[in-house]
Structures are given as structure tokens and as C-alpha cells.
């Protein structure tokens, strides 16, 4: 194994569907294919350091978001390094078109390349359009995070803000870790209905 600063405690196998995005990945590392991203127009006054502590919570709480990708000997693993990062806030207000601005912005970000080995795997940002019309704009490298768990990330940030801006508390949560995934993805291959998707895909794909 290459003289990493981990353990290997910390080295963690990758799934088949990881391993996949990060082989192509390797092949072509400045294509921003795998980025995935969306954005949410709040419409009324967003109490904003309740916003920005409502996603620095949730995110925090997805353990994928906050991992690096490293070359061993073994083939990739995943380190969870938490490293210190903040939501964007940008002030668009003073545009003639907040709005085509701020999307503007948004295509620019999602084009950037995402470097696996040194992260971060995703950007969080919340732009205003004016006193009382905000957009959330989440980016998020799809080997981290599928568009259902995005969807979750998105509920719990909501819940989460809920809360805060009327003062009260929230249960902390942790979404399901690297060990969870790779027993899914074992179970999975152990499975019958993987050996007729086998089939299936071996046929199909035959010629």
C-alpha cells in the first residue's frame, strides 16, 4: 500500500457503482459530467444565518459529502476528511435580471471540475434575488450522492430551518454510512435477483 496518513481503519472499500464514477473519473478528471445540481426559489424573507446553519448541519450529517479519494495499492479508497467550508451567500439584488444572474452563476459553478482526491465533493450556496426572494443552489458529485439522497439532503435542510427560525430544537440524525452501503451492495451480489440481472445484461449486451 502507498505510504498514506491513514489507517486502515479509515482506507474504506468503495461500492461497484463508486468505483465505476471514479475509475471514469480518473480517466477524464477535469469533465464535470458527474456533477449534479439543482436550485430552489424561496419566495419571502429567509432569515438567512438560520439558512446557512440549517445546511451546514445537514451536510454535515452526510458523511460521503466530506470524503477524499485515494490511490492505494488495493485499488480506490474513501477517507472521511472533514475539512472546514462555508455556504456562499452572493447578492444579486442590484442585477438588472437577479434571477438570469444568478443562473448564470450556477452554470458557471457546475462546469468547475471536482478533484476526488482533495474534495470538496460539493458546493453550497444561497444567492438573493432580493429582500424577499432567495435561491438555494446545491451541487453534489454524484459519487458521493445519488438524486433521492439529494432529495433527503433537501427535506432535512427544510426541517432543520423550520426549527431554527421559530427557535426550537431538532433531533440530530446520521444518513446511512460507507459500511451500510458496501453490506447493500454485498447483499445485492449475494442475491438471485443479481444473478438474473447478470443474465439479463449479458445477453443483452452480447454482441
Not at 58 to 84: C, W, Y
Not at 110 to 131: H, I, Y
Amino acid at each position: 500500500m502507498y505510504d498514506l496518513p491513514y489507517t486502515a481503519e479509515q482506507l474504506l472499500p468503495l461500492t461497484d457503482a463508486q468505483a465505476g464514477i471514479w475509475f471514469a473519473q480518473l480517466r477524464d478528471p477535469e469533465n464535470p459530467i458527474y456533477k449534479t445540481g439543482e436550485y430552489l426559489v424561496i419566495d419571502g424573507k429567509v432569515n438567512e444565518p438560520c439558512f446557512v446553519e440549517a445546511v451546514k448541519t445537514a451536510i454535515d450529517e452526510v458523511d460521503s459529502l466530506h470524503a477524499k479519494f485515494v490511490t492505494t495499492t488495493e485499488g480506490p479508497r474513501m477517507v472521511i476528511d472533514r475539512q472546514n467550508w462555508q455556504v456562499e451567500r452572493i447578492d444579486f439584488s442590484q442585477q438588472d435580471a437577479p434571477l438570469d444572474a444568478a443562473v448564470d452563476w450556477m452554470k458557471s459553478e457546475l462546469k468547475q471540475p471536482v478533484d476526488l482526491e482533495q474534495g470538496p465533493l460539493f458546493v453550497m450556496a444561497l444567492l438573493k434575488l432580493s429582500e424577499d426572494q432567495f435561491v438555494w443552489f446545491l451541487s453534489l458529485h454524484h459519487i458521493a450522492i445519488d438524486g433521492y439522497s439529494m432529495s433527503l439532503v433537501a427535506g432535512r435542510v427544510a426541517h432543520i430551518y423550520g426549527q431554527l427560525a421559530q427557535g426550537k430544537p431538532f433531533d440530530k440524525i446520521e444518513f446511512v454510512d460507507q459500511q451500510a452501503l458496501l453490506k447493500e451492495d454485498d447483499d445485492y451480489k449475494a442475491s438471485e435477483k443479481y444473478q438474473k440481472d447478470r443474465a439479463f445484461y449479458l445477453q443483452r449486451y452480447a454482441d
